[in-house]
């Protein structure tokens, strides 16, 4: 068993809250209301702009070419990512403007700044264990959502976000970022951080649900 499953093991029922969540089931069957998607899209460019730096700074806290080299993939797939966003909110007349205008909401706030603490504050792997649920579960919700492929969704309303976080490169960025973890786990994880690694893991995973929650509640308005 690798650290990310230690970790997911460990915080299972935050875990579960997250890939779980209302919003995830929804959107995997087609019934998310537009605007509870719209929502969430324009939420997660500003949260990926945040991501993003956080990326910058695995690089700046790294000391070796392999880990800087682990980052700067990590960035370029979350810039790559933003252009998905772009994509997506331009066909409901939603500009790039207008979403860079955005105001943040709480949960993006809360989610983005918890991830840049636990790297400032903490050493790689702490930031690492803190990017966990965002970049390698939304590889496993990507599977989950097109168990037959995404050529069986057919005219699947949410066919082109599931089909980028299900498709060959997504979930190779996130098998390199599981590899990564593992690797940096090896050299300075002792039982006894076991339990601090895993309140992040549990504190994040809790915050990606808050951040699905985020979009359900515009539809109470």
Same mark, same amino acid.
């Given at each position: 068993?690798?650290?990310?499953?230690?970790?997911?093991?460990?915080?299972?029922?935050?875990?579960?809250?997250?890939?779980?969540?209302?919003?995830?089931?929804?959107?995997?069957?087609?019934?998310?209301?537009?605007?509870?998607?719209?929502?969430?899209?324009?939420?997660?460019?500003?949260?990926?702009?945040?991501?993003?730096?956080?990326?910058?700074?695995?690089?700046?806290?790294?000391?070796?070419?392999?880990?800087?080299?682990?980052?700067?993939?990590?960035?370029?797939?979350?810039?790559?990512?933003?252009?998905?966003?772009?994509?997506?909110?331009?066909?409901?007349?939603?500009?790039?403007?207008?979403?860079?205008?955005?105001?943040?909401?709480?949960?993006?706030?809360?989610?983005?700044?918890?991830?840049?603490?636990?790297?400032?504050?903490?050493?790689?792997?702490?930031?690492?264990?803190?990017?966990?649920?965002?970049?390698?579960?939304?590889? $496993?919700?990507?599977?989950?959502?097109?168990?037959?492929?995404? $050529?069986?969704?057919? $005219?699947?309303?949410?066919?082109?976000?599931?089909?980028?976080?299900?498709?060959?490169?997504?979930?190779?960025?996130?098998?390199?970022?599981?590899?990564?973890?593992?690797?940096?786990?090896?050299?300075?994880?002792?039982?006894?951080?076991?339990?601090?690694?895993?309140?992040?893991?549990?504190?994040?995973?809790?915050?990606?649900?808050?951040?699905?929650?985020?979009?359900?509640?515009?539809?109470?308005?």
């Amino acid at each position: 068993m690798d650290i990310f499953a230690r970790l997911k093991t460990a915080a299972s029922t935050e875990w579960r809250s997250y890939v779980e969540h209302a919003f995830v089931q929804q959107l995997g069957a087609g019934t998310l209301p537009q605007a509870a998607f719209r929502q969430y899209l324009i939420q997660d460019y500003l949260f990926l702009i945040q991501f993003a730096r956080a990326w910058a700074l695995a690089a700046y806290k790294s000391r070796s070419i392999d880990d800087i080299r682990a980052a700067q993939a990590g960035l370029a797939a979350i810039l790559n990512e933003t252009e998905l966003h772009v994509r997506l909110c331009n066909r409901w007349g939603i500009s790039r403007q207008v979403m860079d205008a955005a105001p943040e909401h709480q949960a993006t706030v809360a989610y983005t700044r918890y991830v840049l603490d636990c790297g400032a504050a903490g050493d790689l792997l702490e930031l690492h264990v803190a990017l966990a649920p965002c970049v390698i579960g939304y590889a $496993e919700i990507g599977r989950a959502l097109a168990p037959q492929g995404v $050529e069986a969704l057919g $005219e699947h309303p949410y066919v082109d976000w599931i089909g980028e976080y299900a498709s060959q490169g997504y979930q190779q960025v996130a098998a390199d970022a599981r590899r990564h973890l593992d690797q940096l786990a090896a050299r300075s994880m002792t039982e006894q951080r076991f339990a601090q690694l895993t309140g992040i893991f549990a504190t994040a995973s809790r915050l990606e649900a808050d951040f699905w929650q985020m979009g359900l509640e515009v539809l109470k308005h």
